[in-house]
């Protein structure tokens, strides 16, 4: 019979995450990790980096620094670790991730969230089918499973900031000239998720317990996420709500903001068609496209309340978006 309570385990059974290891950690979202992380007071963190790394971490995180084509000095950072997260870059090298769990296996870190953060490709076929990248996330998931793991993964819808300050191939928004093309009429609502409020639901994660402490004990643990995902959003937003949270925002008036239409599967297409031919924000452009087609294949129920995460205030994540987009 499986040992499904906190009870009936070996005596010297920890029922807490003490030790979280990240990868990434001054990272783009990794940074956003470790600071909600280490707001909880409840674990030991470390930063996973390579040698010569510029990234400065906060008071309370451990830095180690390793090779990561060193499988041993892998081994000998992950092992202790009860939990590892990994962020990593587009420009790593692709089986950085492969190298990162096999060594966590061999340490033996019992939980992973992978460097899955994605739209919900998670048991939906029509998505995997549509976005190519789907299937890496789903194999980098598969992987960890594989050996033997706890994997819960994120998914966490676009992230609104990045995605609204990024412009045309993203949420179609051009800063400069302001201009905006919305995906067929604008109205769909989509999952999107802030970088401070997927901070919170991975503090809020760690701080469960792994297990009931018994029959009686009904509270949110994680085990409830050993099968399935994380999943986690900030706003369920169209289009036109972005463009009025930007006019609130900047105070721009009605006609300041010259709004044009495209199907969003002839967007899709064109994005698929650009990807091909080697332009690579194709990716993007299709992606967006594709979770923006009416029917709501990506749409998803998040579990905020379950971790108690706050609701956050769409106009402020909208101010934090356009100073970003003044940095590009």
């Not at 997927?198 to 701080?207: E, P």
Request: aromatic content about 10%.
């Amino acid at each position: 019979m499986t040992q499904q309570y906190a009870a009936q385990q070996l005596q010297g059974f920890n029922n807490r995450i003490d030790t979280v290891a990240i990868i990434g950690a001054g990272g783009q979202i990794g940074r956003f990790f470790t600071k909600h992380i280490l707001k909880t007071g409840k674990h030991v963190v470390t930063a996973i980096t390579r040698p010569g790394t510029s990234h400065a971490f906060p008071g309370g995180v451990k830095a180690a620094a390793i090779d990561y084509n060193d499988e041993d000095s892998l081994v000998s950072a992950l092992t202790g670790q009860d939990f590892l997260i990994i962020t990593l870059s587009l420009a790593a090298p692709p089986d950085t991730h492969s190298r990162l769990v096999k060594a966590a296996a061999k340490a033996g870190v019992p939980y992973i969230m992978p460097n899955a953060y994605s739209i919900n490709f998670y048991d939906n076929e029509i998505l995997q089918r549509d976005i190519p990248v789907g299937q890496t996330v789903l194999e980098r998931i598969a992987e960890v499973k594989q050996l033997g793991i706890n994997c819960i993964p994120a998914m966490v819808g676009f992230w609104y900031e990045y995605s609204l300050a990024m412009g045309e191939d993203t949420f179609g928004f051009k800063w400069a000239s302001r201009q905006v093309t919305f995906y067929d009429e604008g109205k769909k609502s989509i999952n999107c998720s802030t970088w401070d409020q997927c901070g919170r639901a991975v503090a809020a994660l760690l701080s469960l317990k792994r297990l009931p402490d018994d029959e009686d004990d009904k509270s949110v643990t994680l085990s409830r996420f050993q099968d399935r995902p994380l999943f986690v959003s900030s706003f369920t937003v169209s289009q036109k709500d972005m463009l009025e949270s930007v006019k609130r925002v900047t105070g721009a008036t009605e006609g300041e903001w010259k709004v044009s239409y495209q199907p969003s599967n002839t967007r899709y297409k064109e994005g698929l068609e650009e990807l091909y031919r080697g332009k690579q924000t194709g990716f993007y452009k299709a992606m967006y496209a594709r979770v923006f087609y009416p029917s709501g294949d990506a749409d998803f129920g998040p579990d905020n309340m379950l971790l108690g995460l706050p609701e956050e205030d769409l106009d402020e994540a909208t101010r934090r978006a356009i100073e970003i987009s003044e940095e590009f």
